[in-house]
Each structure stands twice: as structure tokens, then as C-alpha cells.
Nanobody, 119 residues
Framework: QVQLVESGGGLVQPGGSLRLSCVAS????????MAWYRQAPGKQRELVAG???????NYADSTKGRYAISRDNAQNTVNLQMNSLNPDDTAVYYC?????????????WGQGTQVTVSS
């Protein structure tokens, strides 16, 4: 099995910044794409940013230019730098990874970390 553990959420004022981190552990052979999703109350979970194993990234229109996703393949980590935050960014943020283990290829989710943007 694989575990994804997020950290870095919290309360920030509008215009502020936060950095989320996620580390994957377990019997990992390789990690394909990784991503961050978010889910606000009453809304569907949406992709925030994704990154392939070669480092190529894609962003939601709402986060492009404000967020930056990065990964460290040696450490099995993915990070999300969030700048110019506004109240619409308030949500639970989830880490995602598409992982090959010794036994299978599966998709995994973290438990989520709360990000609240408020004055």
C-alpha cells in the first residue's frame, strides 16, 4: 500500500501565501503523475495543478500564474506554492498520485489539508 501525507495548510489573509507539501511512502516502484485537487464546501473536487514525472505541469485557469507545483522524484514529494490567495481559494486540498508498486498500479489520495483564506 501507499500513503500520501499532506502538510502546510492553515489560515492566511487575502493576498498571502502558503506552501503545501505531500510525501508518498510505501512499496513504491515509480510514481507517474502527481497532482493537487481541492474541494470547497458544496462543490465538486477540482484539479488545481498536476505534474508529470518529467516535470511538465498543468494548471487550472483559476490558479495559473498564482500557483506553482513542483516535485522531487528522489524524495517522492510534491509541493504546491500558492501566492496571491483570495477567499475563493478556501477549500480542503488533496494530494494525488498515480503509483506503481510491486503489486499493482493504482491511484492514491491523501487525507486532505484545510486552507482558509480570510481576514
Amino acid at each position: 500500500q501507499v500513503q500520501l501525507v499532506e502538510s502546510g495548510g492553515g489560515l492566511v489573509q487575502p493576498g498571502g501565501s502558503l506552501r503545501l507539501s505531500c510525501v508518498a511512502s510505501g512499496r513504491i516502484v515509480t510514481i507517474y503523475d502527481m497532482a493537487w485537487y481541492r474541494q470547497a464546501p458544496g462543490k465538486q473536487r477540482e484539479l488545481v495543478a498536476g505534474i508529470a514525472s518529467d516535470g511538465s505541469a498543468n494548471y487550472a485557469d483559476s490558479t495559473k500564474g498564482r500557483y506553482a507545483i513542483s516535485r522531487d522524484n528522489a524524495q517522492n514529494t510534491v509541493n504546491l506554492q500558492m501566492n496571491s490567495l483570495n477567499p475563493d481559494d478556501t477549500a480542503v486540498y488533496y494530494c494525488y498520485a498515480h503509483v506503481r508498486t510491486i503489486a499493482s498500479i493504482s491511484r492514491y489520495w491523501g487525507q486532505g489539508t484545510q486552507v482558509t483564506v480570510s481576514s
